[in-house]
């Protein structure tokens, strides 16, 4: 059943658009990997704060607050550029165990996020204690670490 949806979507007007115009999917590509660099980013200048290793003299509030903002359009440019870039090769994915490895875990990072890293950040982090803002840091760059790698090994994998 699942394999019918992805051989829809790659039949789909779209997915036809991602496949045969030329360099279509590269320009898409160089968009999603843009909003990778902005996601990741944010990532790693809220976690690296949390962790005291860069900027000491800013409130890691003001940072994690920030960061937050920026992550989502992050967030947003590589949803909306990954769909188009999956229906382009959509059977090719379906079959790639580092798209599902990625898919896994985004959701998990996405989930972790909006669920746990920033309803308990929305807190004065002088009130929390210091072990839990290493712990939530070193979670954060864990999961969007394997979702950058994973996502990058599809295409060595194919």
């Known amino acids: 059943m699942l394999l019918s949806f992805f051989e829809w979507l790659?039949?789909?007007?779209?997915?036809?658009?991602?496949?045969?115009?030329?360099?279509?999917?590269?320009v898409v590509e160089a968009v999603h990997l843009m909003g990778l660099a902005l996601l990741g980013g944010t990532v790693l200048a809220q976690d690296l704060r949390l962790l005291n290793v860069i900027m000491r003299d800013v409130p890691s509030n003001v940072v994690t607050e920030q960061g937050h903002r920026w992550f989502k359009v992050g967030l947003w440019i590589l949803l909306l550029t990954?769909?188009?870039?999956?229906?382009?090769?959509?059977?090719k994915c379906y079959h790639n165990p580092f798209y599902w490895t990625k898919m896994i875990a985004l959701a998990v990072g996405i989930l972790f996020v909006f669920t746990l890293k920033q309803p308990l950040l929305r807190a004065d982090h002088a009130t929390l204690k210091p072990a839990t803002l290493k712990l939530m840091a070193l979670a954060s760059m864990s999961v969007w670490f394997l979702v950058a790698a994973s996502g990058r090994w599809i295409g060595f994998s194919g």
Do not use: C, I, R
């Open 10 to 26: 790659e039949a789909s007007s779209l997915g036809v658009f991602m496949k045969d115009l030329p360099a279509t999917f590269a």
């Open 82 to 91: 990954g769909v188009p870039m999956l229906a382009g090769v959509a059977t």
